[in-house]
Structure formats: C-alpha cells, structure tokens
C-alpha cells in the first residue's frame, strides 16, 4: 500500500479548514495566514503527483480501494489518469490565488469565509479523484454547498437570488444524475466502479436515457446552451474569490463529467448524440459571443464569455478525435486560467471603485498601467493570440472538429472573431479612451496583487509556447478513451472528403517545386 | 542552427521585454537597447543574406511546439531567398524608423513604451518570415496584428486612437477566419503543416476535389483562396482594406513601419512563399488579379481628392500592394516581392517625410495650411521629391523598375485577367504620378496657407530624422538597380535570386512589347506629374471647377466611397442590435429566463391549489378516497 496521497490531497483542505474553527473569530490575520499557509502547502503536495505520474498508461494511478458501505458495493475508491491529473494542481492553485484575492475584499464573517474556501476545494479535488461513481455524486454534491454560501453569504446585493438559481439549477440536474447513477447500478452489475461499468454492453436504448439523464447534470454544470442562465447571476452576485473558482474549476466539472462517464460508459450513445451535442456547442460559442456585445456589467461579460469558450471546451470533447478531445481538455484549463485571471482582475479593481459598470470606467492605462498590462495579456489570451495557452486549446479544438465535421468548425471559428470584437471593446472602455476623473486616485495594483497575478501570467506563457509538457499527460488516456466511444484510438478520422488520404507515404520526391506553365 | 538567425528575431524580443519592463526607469534612454537590437538584427540580417547568396540555405526546426495525435507543429526557421530579402526589408526600415523615432517621439509620455512596442513589432514580423511552417506564419502573422493594436492606439486616451486600433485588430481577424480554415484544409490534404513537406507533394493536391456540404471543390483553389483571406486582411485589400488608413492614428513612425515593412508586406509574403499552391489554381490566380486591379483603381481614385497628407499615403499604400498582388494574381511572384521590396523604402521616406512635414507644422496634418515649406525644410523637401518621383515611376528611379515589370508580366500573362489588370495598373500609374505630386506641390510649392504662428515655428527637422530620410532616399533611388530588366540593359538578378523559391513567371512578353509597354506607363505617369502641376501649380482655380462640376464623384472619392458607413450598417449596427435586442432581450430574457423562472413560479402555484385539498375536513377526505377507489377499479376493469 503506497502513500494515500489523494486522500491526503481532499482531507488536508477539510480538516484545515475545520481547524480554522480553532482560532478566535477576531483574530482575523491569524485566520488568513493559516488558510493561505494551508492552501500553499495542499499545492506542494500536489506536485508529486505530476512528478510521479506514468504518462504511459491509461490506467488509474495513485490508486486507494476500500470498502464503504458493503451492502450496496460502494466504495472508497480513488485514483487519477492522464484527464483528471491536472484539474488537481490547478484546483490548488486557484484556492490560493482565491484566498489572496480575497484578502481585504472580505470583511464580513471572514473565518467563515476561509472555511468555506478550504473546504470547497476538498470536496472539488474529490470530485477529481473518485473512481467510484457514487463517491463522485457525493463530493459532486458537497461542492454545491459551500459554493452556495460564497454566493448567498458574501455576494452582492441580489445574491439571495443568484444562489437560490445557482443551486435549484444544478440540483434539478444533479438529481437526474441519480436516478441515472442507480440505473446503471441496478443494470450493471451491483457496482459503482466506473471502470467496471466502462466495460459493460448496455443496450442502446438504455445509454440513450442515460446519456440525457447525464446531460441533465453536466450541460448546467458547463453551462451549455440553453441551460446557462444561472452563470451571468452567480457570476455577477459571487465575491471575486467566488467567481475565480466557478469560472476556474467548477464550471470544468460538467465537461469532465462528460469526459469521465457519460462517453466511457455510454459509447453508443455518445457517437449517436454526437451532432445534438456538436449544434448545441456551436449554438453556445456564437450565441454566448454575440450576447457579449450587449453587455453593460463587467462581470456579466466575462460570464457570457464563459458559456462561448465551454461551448468550445464542449464541441472539442464531442468532436470525437485526438486533437479536439487534448484541445478540449486543455481548453478547459486554459479557460480557468485566464477566465480565472480575468476575474481576479475584475476583483482586483472593484475593489477599488465598487462598481462593474462598463461605462463607469475610461482611461485607466493612464493610472494603473501594470494592472492594464496584466488585463491585455489576459484579454488576449482569452481571444486565442498565438503564443498564449488559448490558442493552442482553440487551434487543436477547431482542427480537430474540422477533420471530424469542416463545416463545424466554420461555424466555431466566426467565434474567434466575435471572442476579439467583444474582448477589445471591453479591454477599451474600461482602460483606453479618455481618463474618467473619478479614478484619478485610483491606486496602481500592490505586491500582493501582482503576486496574485503573476502565476496565472506564467501559465499562459507556459502553456502558450511549452503545450506539450501538458499535452503529454493525456495522450495514452485520451486515445484510450477513444477508442472506447469510437473504436479507434485516433478517434473519428476525416469527414473530409479528399482523396489524398496518403500523400505524403507515396511521396518520395525530396524538395522540388512545381514546373510552372512555361511560354 | 546557427547563431546569427536566431539572433534575428530574438534580440528584439529581448529588446522588447526588457524595455517593456525596466525602460520607465531609463527615460529618455530607454531608446538605446531596441536600436542596438535592431542594427544587430540588420547586420545578421544582411550577413545571412550573403549566406544565401552563397548557395546556404537552412531548414531546421528549434523544438516541437504542439503534439496532438498525429499532428505535430515545431517551431523552426526556414532561411531561403526569399525569407533573406524580406529580413533585410524588415530590419532596414525597422532601424531606420527607431533611429527617426528618437527625434520624432521626443518628450513624448510613454517614450519607453513606444519603444518596446516597435522591437515587439520587429520581432513579430521576422517571426513571420523565418517561420518554417505555417502555424509559426500564424504566430507572427497574429503577433504583428497586436504590435499593430498596441502602436496605431499608442495614444489611447484618444478615442479614436483607441477605435483605429481595434478595428485594425478584428479587421484583420475577419482575414483570419480564412486563413485558419485553409491551414486546416492544407493540414487535411498534407497531413501537415511545415513548408518542406508540403511544396514538395503540392502536386498530389493538383486535380483532386473535396465535398463541403454537398458541394465540390477544386482543393487548390479552396486552399488558395482561404489563404488569400488572410492576406487580404493583412496587406488592406478590398473589401478589408478599411484599417490601414485609419491606421495613421498612430504615431508617424508607426505608419512608415506598417506600410512599408512589418504588416501590410505579410500578406504579400504569404502569397509568395505559398505559390506552388496558387499556381495549381487558375481560378485563385484571376480572382487574386481581379481583387488586385480593383483595389488598386478604388483606393487611387480615393488618394486623389484626400486633404489630410498620411490619408493621402495610405491610400497610395493599398493602392500599391494591390500592384503586388497583381503580380502575383498573374503568376508574377517574384515581380510582386520586388515592388514590395522598392516600395518599402518609397513608402517609408514619404511617411517618415510627412512626419517630418507635421513635426515642422507642429501636429497639424492638412494639407490646406500647408505650401511652399520647400524653403524651410530643404532636406525633407529633396527627399520627398525622390520619394514622389520613385512612386510615380520615372525612369531611374526604382519604383518605375518594379512597377513595370508587374505591368509587363500582366500583359503578357496567360492569366485571364492579366490584360485588365495591365490596363488597370496603367491608368492608375497616372493617377499615382498625379496625386503624388498633387500632394508634393501642395505642401511645399506656393504661398504658404497656415497660421503666422506655425510659419514663425516652421524649420527644418533635426538631423536624428532628416538623417534617416536620406538613407531612404538612397533606397527610393537605387532600390531598383537589383532587377533591371534585360530589355533595357540590365540581367534581372532580382528573378534569377528568387528563382528557387518563386520559379518562374508564367510567360514573358517579347522585349519589344517590354518597351512598348515601359513606354505607356512611362507616359502615363508623366501626363499625372503634368497634369498635377497644371492643376495645383498653373492653374488652382482649376480642382475647384472639376469638382463643382463633378459634385457625385468628389463626394464620392472624398467620403472613401462610404465603405465604413456601409460596414457601420450592414456589419456593425445589426450585430448590436441582433445582440441587444434579439438574443439578450428576446431570447435570453424573454424565453429562457421565463421559462427558468416560471417553472418554480408553476410548480409553487400547483402546490398552492394543492393544498387548498387538505383542508382537515373528514368528509372531504373520504370522498376523495371514494373517488380514489372507483377510478382505480374502473382502470383495472378497462385494462383487463
């Protein structure tokens, strides 16, 4: 029996922040520290795992199996591949640069407020590692609550209603879910075990209902259209540290739900819905796009923003072969990344003027030139500019989907235009065109700022310019889980028709220019 | 991979970083590092150019850049002919326009920053040209579009600044959109992305089709003419050429760069380096040309009538690429690259030349309150002249060498379109030669027409500017002497170079119809220089007349022929409204929030009545289960 070290990863958060319970309510600092010293160190113990990681085989590592409750065969089972290994890391990650986003912004109930933190991310990491699929609605589950909290508890002025849709929304979802994961459990052999359940042939009328029973819980969770309206209120009434974990990790959940059951376990039915899943994508990634353009609330933008850059996360996955399914994984990070960033910002300077209208704002380059460099890199980041990570993740989601269905990705790329239609307009309203006077003694951004920004500004270089250094860790399990829906490991080939399938097999003639028509 | 290439591109990105980061603190010094950089760019530059002279060529990859499945991109360099040519245009102006910035951004706010911005715009551009795939060609290619955003609104606190950067940004992107797709259809058809594998198998896609929808395409057309999207965005081509003029919002220098060397050029480029794939594609070829000939005429109609002196030059830039493309629509590539390399240093020295003139005139840039500054700024008044004379195409000079040959090879060329095209680029050499000096005895002949205040500041600019000027001068000049044409006593070293990337032009016409030709377009360039000194010099009551008589046609010329007004309302106005009001409004709020919020609303109602049922009432109660009971055994009844 090696290290339980998944376990360590979900409890340290729990119990640490059950801990912060042991530290007196006025001693705020003290609360602080202990949460971001708590969060550091859930980082570092993350960080073996990247190490020790075998990107060669598809199979569940840093395994731990025990029994739970024998009766119905559930178990404590935990263990992570090639697609859940990074949402581990970035989950911690994002944790600590909430807590430090946080830092002043929270002024109620601050004790409360870290707990809620620390144990959100125990019950997301879980999320992560369960093999067990009833394990999984658990920890599924259990975020929901402390995410309500951070919406009801410390959101703005209409938050009793945006928590109230957040959690009504997902829960319909999730409660199809159950009755879905009891199905498969009753059909399937008395088990949980996904792995198990991965295996088995059910008929395809029952993957059918399954599938849309699934759907149910993931499509809100992404949020895929047309089942998004819960994200611009969440997004618009959380905290800052609220919004930067929705858009960061929970709203990758869905896909990952996607990823990890709905497409092993349900194969047929996966190829069958493909088109539904690929139309409602599109429908996402222009209608979120084009919505964009109507926004008047910051925060409202960057969340419509989200449910088109899912509905590429989303068309990735469901495009069926290699380079859109690691394109869409990775854009799912690359989403909490810079989405994550961009609400880190946004917190950053409502702090500051206690205001998300777009035309509040005017000219701060001139007064916060740091912070409008972090911001455009972020912008443009999230617009796909080559050289950062939201190029890569576009590029292989739209040539994956092209070599599936081309004219998908006609439709999907348009995105990219709208993406940078809406993105420079906010970027100039809020920092170019005249200085609004009203922030001329708006403060530049602190250390503590700029230290909260920097890891994300590394990821996107990194990511940006190294992608195979992530891209690696999902290789193997990617074309397993491939091959699993479509029978081949490539996944779906070409829709394209052409006839030069070989070309450059049967090609053997070195460089040599084409003889051009002479007189 | 040998040193000085990487040198090339990556001293300026070391430049930029560096004075991005640490230039606040070295003020008025921060200029040292990105001039440096470039000059050693330059040397390398030219010491790789002399490489390639000497038969050395490199393809060579630094690291895989993405790995997905079957498809792998690195990133890597590619030095061969052509890439030499276009380092040496890009480094040449990029340092010539960073020595002039010195003077010309003195005192400026955000000095370091411009600075950082033009080595950041250096680095992309060589990206661009050393890239040995197409992926990497995106990267510069995208990266270029940001230097652009960042310097066109450098003064961002100006609206329109701010508006002019944008939209050169998503302009370009609507390029873009084709381009991407046609990297994904050449990934499609060569299972790759890097040039070498590509060219070389080019054949295989000559005759082959694909379906899209239920319809069949030739492959190297739809190739093609993806591709040219992207390179109608970038090089300011109808119907995308509505950034480039609004691109002087930017700093002077900033203009010379775009026009001439680091952003329009790239769709040129990609035209050239991809021309195995154009020349399988008779239909791409005639529409690249028709697009070409049309451009051209459109945007010198527009230069002739315009009164601000850049919106003057940069409509002559998108006229002059348009030759370009010409070239290339008639299979003329290496014609293309030749304009493209004499018009850089033309273009440059009339864009360096008109922020001289606007430093003299203290910001103001219309030409109303200009004329006669000969006397007071001799040094940009000879170099403009050179200028203007190189870009009207007087013999000797090296706009006449390229602009002929594009004209010959258009003649001759077994291109459809050729004979227009020559006959378009023939009546536009005329009205080039005439807004051309249109504008030159504007601005420095005649009375002069501003304020006794800027006469009294009027002098001429500082040498750090002038300088640069005459080293342009020299290139307006001489730039031409690499290719002149056999026909005239020359041995076209400029194809014979280029000839193992660019091959051959499809057809050459015979030197006595080379001759013919020269002379027409000769003659029509001197008509426009007669004719503008006969407008603006003998006789200036004359412009008025013309266009009194021809209300119509000035309006149209002078409003650009409402090109933006016609994107406002077809493009711009329905997205905002289809967003505001039909997807937000309507189906946002008005369908789905309705439906979200109304089934709680339903089920809160139906709970509502329901209860209304429990009303503690015993007798209720049992008829209730009375009624229970019958309706079941009435069910099983029917059932059985």
Known sequence: ?519 | MPTYLLIIPFLPLFSFVFTFLFGKRMGDNSHWLPIAAVLTSFSCALYAFFQVKNGYHVNQDLYIWISSGSMSVSVGFLLDELTSVMLIVVTSISSLVHIYSVGYMKGEDGYYRFFSYLSLFTFSMLMLVLGNNFLQLFFGWEAVGLSSYLLIGFYYEKKSAADAGKKAFIVNRFGDFGFILGLFLIYASFGTLHYEPIFANVNQIANQTFTFLGTTWYLPTAIALLLFCGAMGKSAQLPLHVWLPDAMEGPTPVSALIHAATMVTAGVFLVARCNPIFTLSMTALNIITIVGSITCLFAATIALTQTDIKRVVAYSTVSQLAYMFIACGVGAYSAGVFHLFTHAYFKALLFLGCGSIILGMHHEQEVKYMGGLKKYMPITYWTFLLASLSISGVPGFAGFFSKDEILAMAFASPVGAGKFAWFIGTLVAGMTAFYSFRLFLLIFHGEFRGTDKQKAHLKESPKVVTIPLILLAVGAVAAGNFGIPVVIGGDANWGHFLEPVLGHALAHPSHATELILMIISVSAGAFGIFLAWKMYMKNPEMPRTISERYPMLYKLSLNKYYVDEIYDFLIVKPALFLSRNVILNFFDIAVIERIVNGIPKLIGQLSGSMRKMQDGLVSHYLAYMCGGTVFIIIWMVVRA
């Open chain 1, 1 to 519: 029996m090696s290290f339980p070290i998944l376990s360590l990863l979900i409890f340290l958060p729990v119990f640490g922040g059950i801990a912060l319970l042991g530290i007196s309510k006025e001693n705020i600092k003290n609360v602080k520290v202990m949460a971001l010293i708590i969060s550091l160190f859930e980082l570092v113990c993350t960080l073996p795992l990247l190490f020790a990681f075998d990107k060669t085989t598809h199979a569940m590592q840093f395994v731990e199996r025990h029994d739970w409750i024998k009766l119905f065969n559930i178990e404590y089972y935990l263990g992570i591949d090639g697609i859940s290994i990074l949402f581990i890391p970035l989950s911690a990650l994002i944790t600590i640069l909430c807590i430090l986003v946080s830092w002043n912004s929270i002024q109620t109930k601050v004790r409360e407020f870290f707990i809620a933190m620390l144990l959100l991310e125990g019950a997301m990491i879980g999320v992560f590692c369960s093999v067990d699929f009833f394990l999984f609605y658990i920890f599924w589950e259990a975020m929901l609550i402390p995410m309500f909290l951070l919406i009801g508890v410390w959101g703005g002025p209409n938050r009793i209603y945006a928590a109230t849709k957040f959690f009504l929304y997902t829960l319909v979802g999730s409660l199809l879910m159950l009755v879905g994961i009891i199905t498969l459990y009753i059909k399937g052999g008395n088990t949980f075990d996904i792995l198990v359940l991965a295996e088995q042939n059910f008929p395809v009328k029952t993957q059918l209902i399954l599938f849309w029973a699934f759907f149910a819980a993931f499509a809100v969770k992404v949020p895929m259209w047309p089942v998004h309206t819960w994200l611009p209120d969440a997004h618009t009434e959380a905290p800052a540290a609220g919004s930067v974990v929705l858009a960061g990790i929970l709203i990758k959940m869905g896909a990952y739900g996607f990823l990890r059951f709905s497409m092993p376990i349900l194969p047929e039915a996966t190829s069958m819905m493909m088109m539904p899943m690929l139309v409602l994508s599109l429908i996402g990634i222009v209608y979120g796009g084009i919505i964009c353009l109507a926004q008047t609330d910051l925060k409202r933008l960057i969340a419509y923003s989200s449910v088109s850059h899912m509905g590429f996360v989303t068309l990735g996955i469901f495009a069926l072969n290699t380079q859109s399914v690691e394109g869409g994984i990775l854009q799912m990070i690359n989403h909490g990344v810079v989405t994550g960033a961009l609400f880190l910002g946004i917190g950053m300077v409502y702090e500051r003027t206690h205001t998300r209208k777009i035309s509040d704002y005017g000219g701060l380059a001139t007064n916060m030139p740091i912070f409008a460099s972090f911001f455009l890199l972020f912008t443009l980041a999230s617009v796909g500019l080559p050289g950062t990570n939201g190029f890569i993740g576009e590029f292989l989601i739209l040539l994956g989907s092209f070599m599936t269905r081309p004219w998908v990705a006609l439709i999907a790329a348009s995105g990219l235009i709208i993406g940078a239609w809406y993105m420079l307009w906010l970027y100039q309203r809020i920092f170019f065109n005249p200085v609004n006077s009203k922030w001329d003694a708006i403060k530049e951004l602190d250390m503590r700022e700029i230290m909260t920004l920097m890891p994300m500004v590394i990821l996107i270089f990194w990511i940006g310019l190294f992608p195979n250094t992530i891209l690696d860790y999902m290789h193997v399990s990617v074309s397993h889980l491939l091959s699993q829906v479509t029978g081949n490991p490539e996944g779906i080939a070409s829709g394209v028709q052409l006839a030069v399938n070989h070309a450059l097999e049967t090609a053997n003639q070195g460089v040599q220019h084409v003889q051009q028509i002479s007189h």
